[in-house]
């Protein structure tokens, strides 16, 4: 009598072993010594992905090309945590997409060649494994046990459809090898939400040009500082010289009273480089463009270099803008946690953009300036005000017993932030011709100040919407623009909001265009205050409030404004 094939012969063991292994990945970092927040969720999520496969499909000979996505993009998912601490995200799906052949080549470097091995390793492990599944015949699920399964993950999509699954989204999405899709949708989904924000000013036009036609090369950078609050820079009063090199710029000109009316970055950076007022910031999307276009119709190339991250909850409205560059690039890999890139990561494509041979440019500089966690956000040689949290691994910003070590890292973060402008003015210095730099904050922070039981940001405190801003111009600049820096050290102490920001950007670069507001320029001589109003209680005014307490929370002394969201 012929025997029953055993199920643990080579063929099915190769696919069972192999398929555990994959499922293991979420498991990585524990290798590392490293925590995985919800894994039990997440390996749960797995296990229903599984089982739900092979109850519709019912063996993997029928599954498996499902499985192709998740295989090709292992070696990427091994190295985002390996070296970044987090896996595939709607962010990187986003660069990949992004990105053309040649600047995924120049990311690489020497390494094509290894990544090219490593893929063409895998795909041949996915094509033994589709060959082994296909000798497998013992793995199909058939018989009551797998109706059984059919009607009890019927009753779960039942339940997840109410609201009512014990099992979210996320832990799916966090999931591998069949998380993938859910990353994917979630994807899509940022996709046709920055098309639907996008949609609304794509046939805006501003007509800009260039009044008086200038042949010579020139080039505006604008720096968008991040998390950065002005009374602590040292050239701005404070008591610990964190700007040291700043300090010795001669034409560089300190903004002293610049307010953000949002103290988040979502709502304060469309505020920042388009006509957005301060208060539609709350509202989603805008029917204008941003100063990027602007820009491109006076005949700059434009460039988008950003170390923050391109698709979220917190990031796609900022993205909406960034698509209008001609070179976008998205520079960090690590989202907003510990294994980030540091901002000197921008210098280098900064360089490349200096170098590009179009004659004008704008170049925007999108920072991580000094987001929590500030121990994470300078490298170990600008540790100078100890005890800090450098090297502190997800420290909690609510725990007032941090204050001190938050406090240093702080400034830490600062002292790197002059370090890196100063870099940017020096690779404008050694261009020798007509350049200029803005740099604004999107935002402070509160840090427990004085007998303040507050830290973060989102508290309506001074510290939070008072923001430091500056502005450097380069010699030929000054020569040939010497009203516009006349008026600039005129108005360097007026009241200035962000809302200044874009009508000041477009004037360095002397571009104007019909219904132009060269009043909120304070690069103008038509220059003139006006109103500002921050998101505290309603709408406040910010000149007609008080500052309750040592957290300097902005009271309006009438009543603020009813605000429309």
Known sequence: MRSQPSPFRAAPLFVLASYLLLSLVPCVPLLLGRQVPGLGRVLAAELLAWVAVWTVFQRPA?????????????????????????????????????????????????????????????????????????????????????????SILVVLAGLAANGRSPLGFSDFASSWPLGLPARGL????????????????????????????????EIVVMVLGESSRYDRWGINGYARDTTPLLRQEPNLVTLGDVITAVSATRLSIPVIVSRKPAMQSLKEGFSEKSFLTAYKEAGFKTWWLSNQISFGEFDTPVSVFAKEADVIQFMNLGGYNERSNLDQILLEPLR????????????????????????????REFDKWRPSLYGVDKPAHTNIKIKPEMNNSYDNSILYTDWFLSQVIGQLKDTAQLTSMMYVADHGQTLYDGSCNLAFHGHNTQFEFHVPALVWYSDEYQERYPDKIKQLLRHRKARLATENVFHTLLDLGDIGYDDE???????SKRFKQHKRYVDSYGWSDYDHASFKGDCREVIDKGKPLKQEK
């Open 352 to 379: 490349h953009a200096i170098a590009d041979p179009a004659p004008k440019k704008l170049i925007v500089l999108h920072t991580l300036g000094s987001h929590w966690n500030y121990g994470q956000r300078y490298p």
């Open 186 to 217: 979630d994807f899509y989904k940022e996709r046709l939400y920055l098309a639907r924000l996008g949609q609304r000013s794509s046939a805006f036009h501003f007509g800009a040009n260039q009044p008086e036609p200038n042949a010579r090369p």
């Open 62 to 150: 029928w599954f498996h090309w499902l499985l192709l996505p998740a295989l090709l993009a292992l070696p990427t998912e091994i190295y985002l945590i390996l070296y970044y601490g987090q896996g595939i995200s709607t962010h990187h799906l986003g660069i990949i997409a992004e990105s053309s052949p040649k600047e995924a080549m120049e990311f690489l470097g020497s390494k094509i060649w290894l990544m090219g091995a490593v893929m063409l390793g895998v795909l041949g492990w996915w094509l033994a494994l589709w060959l082994a599944a296909r000798r497998s015949p013992q793995l199909a699920w058939r018989g009551k046990s797998r109706w059984i399964a059919l």
């Open 517 to 523: 507001r060269l009043e909120w320029s304070i690069i």
